[in-house]
Structure formats: C-alpha cells, structure tokens
C-alpha cells in the first residue's frame, strides 16, 4: 500500500472539568486526509482549498507531526500530504489536533505500523506546539485513540482510554467567530484558591467514574468547570444564555469546547442532543450569530481509514 484516505475527527477537549487532561472524539465531524508516499524525500503538502493554511510543512501541522514521526524512524523516503479541512481553525473542536493525528496515523499505516496509535501521541503533540505553544495530547489522543481519554500525567506521558457510555451524545454550536487556543490560554491564571482546586478534582475523578459505570446522572453533576470558563465564557458571545439553553432543554452538561468559541453540551440519547441543539441555536438566532451546529455520537475508534 502507498496511498491511503482517512477520516480525522474532531475533538472536544477539557469537558469543563479536565482542562488539558479530558478530551472526547466526535463521530461526524472531521478533515479528511489523503497520504501518499513519494521517492523524494520529506513531506509535501497540497494547496489547502478550503482555508488559508501553510503548506510550508515546517509550518504546517500535520507536516510538523509528520516530521517527527519519520525522524524517529529515521525514515528518508518521502510523502505527500491533501487535506480537505472541514474543521475551522480556531474552532475549538481541535482542528489543528485533527490534522497532526490524521498525518501520524496515515504515515504510520503506511510504513507498516511500527507504532500503536497510544505511542503515535506524542507525534501528534508536535503539531499542537506549533499551533498553540502548547503541546497539550487532549485533543490528539481522543483524535488517535476514539472514545474518552484522560491524560494521567505528561511527564512520562500516561493516557488512559476510556469506553464512552452507549448513549452519550454530544452538540456543538460553533459561533462563527475565531479564537486562537493561544491567545485564550494566555488570559489564564496560573494559581487558584485551594477551594477551587478541591471542587475541580472532586467532579473530574466523579465524571470518570460516571463514564466507567454508564451513570449519566454523575456524569451530569460532574459537567462544572470553577477555574477555566469563568475565565474564558467572556470571549464567546452569548455564552451564558446558551448555556442554560442547553441545560433547560435536558443536557447533562455544557461548557466550553476546548478553548472555543465553540459550545458543547453531552446528552443522554440522540433525540435529546437534538433538542439541546435547537435550544443551543436559538440564542444565535436571535442574535444575528452566524453559527454552525454538529450533533454526534461519540467516535469509537479515531482516525480510521476511509
Ligand atoms: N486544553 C486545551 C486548552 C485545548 O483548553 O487550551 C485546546 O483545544
């Protein structure tokens, strides 16, 4: 095989309670990528059609993550690299993630598999310094390993994965405005009181066990962020109303999508998602917003071959 197409889902990262360390994989949203191996050596990358994005692969994500990965290998062939993006960058529902994963992976099937799609992680992360700064895994490692995961601990780097329970189902409204995840984690803190620390931990140990034991009712009480989105609800217009939207049609949980601007909410059952999407609307209809809606099931798997 030298050529594959793959699909690279979108991801929602910190789940209001796991900054950094939480992140989910979307079903039905995501680039697609197509990877070829060339003679020459290194990455090219086509003209991205659907947004302004480097094709320098120095510059570019999923070139960067490529990088690294061929470098460890110390591999000198070549590849070249099409990707239809249909995540917005600076969506806050991991594009950058999307593309640093659908390289590693796509580059790694081809070359036979040397690695796991869990040892793939640290790959992907190079794109997401180079997008933000911060190597952050909880976008790539939903984006790589499907399902829930939780990053453990950085150093060494420790990803646990997690089954989502059967009827989760997550929306997104993502109002079309850009927020770069760099300039929303500069507006951070870097101390908070004890008090909060205690609230925060307390509800992500609770979610975890919410997922393990299906118990949708503890994964609803656990959907409370008291460090991040305080901080960061201001930069997305109508971020409250949406909220209690979501929360007054039946969602779980809602809270911010990564850095945002995009808004996510879990649900139990599809038809539920889909009223909290209504409801999520509304507020940017009223508004004048320009906004998209995704209502999804939780991807099992990750990238996955098309
Ligand atoms: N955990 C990261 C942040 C996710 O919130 O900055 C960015 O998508």
Same mark, same amino acid.
Do not use: C
């Given at each position: 095989m030298d050529k594959i197409s793959v699909f690279c889902p979108a991801t929602i990262a910190n789940i209001s309670c796991g900054f950094d360390v939480l992140g989910l994989a979307l079903d039905t949203v995501g680039d697609i990528m197509t990877v070829q191996k060339t003679k020459e050596p290194g990455i090219r990358i086509a003209p991205i059609k659907e947004q302004d994005l480097p094709t320098d692969p120095e510059k570019n994500v999923a070139g960067v993550a490529g990088l690294?990965?061929?470098?460890?290998?110390?591999?000198? @062939?070549?590849?070249?690299?099409?990707?239809?993006?249909?995540?917005? %960058?600076?969506?806050?529902? @991991? =594009? =950058?993630?999307?593309?640093? %994963?659908?390289?590693?992976? /796509?580059?790694?099937?081809?070359? @036979? !598999?040397?690695? &796991?799609?869990?040892?793939?992680?640290?790959? %992907?992360?190079?794109?997401? !310094?180079?997008?933000? @700064?911060?190597?952050?895994?909880?976008?790539?490692?939903? /984006?790589?390993?499907?399902?829930? &995961?939780?990053?453990?601990?950085?150093?060494?780097?420790?990803?646990? #994965?997690? &089954?989502?329970? #059967?009827?989760?189902? /997550? &929306?997104?409204?993502?109002?079309?405005?850009?927020?770069?995840?760099?300039?929303?984690r500069k507006i951070l803190k870097t101390t908070f009181p004890l008090q909060d620390g205690i609230k925060q931990w307390g509800n992500l140990g609770g979610l975890v066990a919410g997922l393990y034991t299906q118990d949708y009712e503890l994964i609803g009480r656990c959907l409370v962020d008291h460090i991040i989105e305080p901080i960061r609800a201001i930069l997305i217009p109508g971020f409250d109303a949406v909220k209690s939207e979501a929360l007054g049609a039946g969602a779980l949980g809602c809270g911010i999508s990564g850095s945002g601007p995009s808004i996510f909410a879990l649900s139990k059952g599809r038809k539920t998602a889909e009223n909290v999407g209504r409801a999520m609307s509304k507020v940017y209809d009223s508004t004048g917003i320009a906004f998209d809606l995704h209502v999804s099931e939780i991807n099992p798997r990750g990238v996955k071959p098309l």
């Open positions: 690294a990965l061929m470098k460890s290998l110390d591999y000198k @062939g070549g590849f070249h690299i099409e990707i239809q993006k249909r995540i917005k %960058a600076g969506s806050g529902i @991991g =594009s =950058s993630a999307a593309s640093a %994963a659908g390289a590693v992976w /796509a580059i790694n099937e081809l070359l @036979g !598999r040397p690695y &796991t799609p869990l040892e793939l992680v640290p790959f %992907a992360m190079e794109g997401e !310094r180079l997008a933000s @700064g911060a190597p952050h895994a909880d976008n790539v490692a939903p /984006a790589l390993l499907g399902g829930f &995961t939780l990053v453990r601990s950085y150093a060494p780097l420790d990803i646990i #994965r997690i &089954t989502s329970p #059967r009827e989760l189902v /997550a &929306t997104v409204v993502h109002p079309q405005i850009e927020v770069k995840t760099s300039d929303s």
